[in-house]
């Protein structure tokens, strides 16, 4: 049923792509992840168990690897995979962990999720940081102070993490 469903909506497209005379081919291809990928957590939110939480987590990969193609080829910043591959790993599996988590009523899922989810946007934003505003990868880059002020933050985030890492630990009775 699902892959009748895939299957109609691909051709629908495709359709379409030919009467409004749009080169899907050129801009839509990133659909050919995206909705297998949705179609593939509409299966795993219906399922319980293991296989369920798996197929949610490959389901989100595939869908969030898709909305990234979709985004880098409607601009042509492919330069972004530098820092991108995060919202993947560990963001999308972290979605797909909230995602059934939330349906299967598994707190521990949406925790863990969250968590992943919160290390990708960070890894994410030091990427942006790093790639497009100090190396300017996609030809934005930083102006000296902008970029002396992103330097100094990241490093007073990693000195907070350790100082925060180190003392919480000394807290703890061995």
């Known amino acids: 049923m699902v892959l009748g469903g895939v ?6 497209v495709l359709l379409l792509g030919q009467f409004v005379q749009i080169d ?12 297998p990928g949705v179609a593939i957590l509409v ?12 197929l949610a987590i ?8 898709g909305l990234i193609l979709l985004y880098q080829n409607a601009t042509d910043h492919f330069e972004s995979w530098a820092y991108a591959w995060t919202l993947i790993f560990p ?18 899922n949406v925790r863990a999720g969250t968590r992943l989810v919160g290390i990708s946007l960070v890894l ?9 505003g100090v190396i300017g990868i996609g ?3 930083f102006g000296r102070t902008a970029g002396v002020a992103v330097g100094a933050l990241i490093v007073a985030a990693g000195a907070a993490l350790l100082i925060r890492n180190l003392t919480s630990s000394r807290r703890r009775p061995s």
Do not use: C, N
């Not at 299966?43 to 798996?54: D, I, N, Q, Y």
């Not at 999308?92 to 521990?108: E, H, K, N, Q, T």
């Not at 994410?124 to 497009?132: N, P, Q, T």
């Open 7 to 12: 299957l109609v909506l691909i051709g629908a």
């Open 24 to 35: 899907v081919g050129h801009y839509g291809w990133p659909f050919f992840l995206i909705a």
């Open 91 to 108: 963001g999308a599996v972290g979605v797909g962990m909230i995602l059934y988590g939330l349906v299967a009523d598994r707190p521990g």
């Open 139 to 141: 030809g934005y880059q």
């Open 58 to 65: 490959l389901g989100s990969i595939i869908t969030v690897t």
């Open 43 to 54: 299966v795993a939110l219906t399922a319980r168990g293991a296989l369920g939480e798996g």
């Open 124 to 132: 994410f934003l030091l990427g942006v940081a790093f790639f497009e």
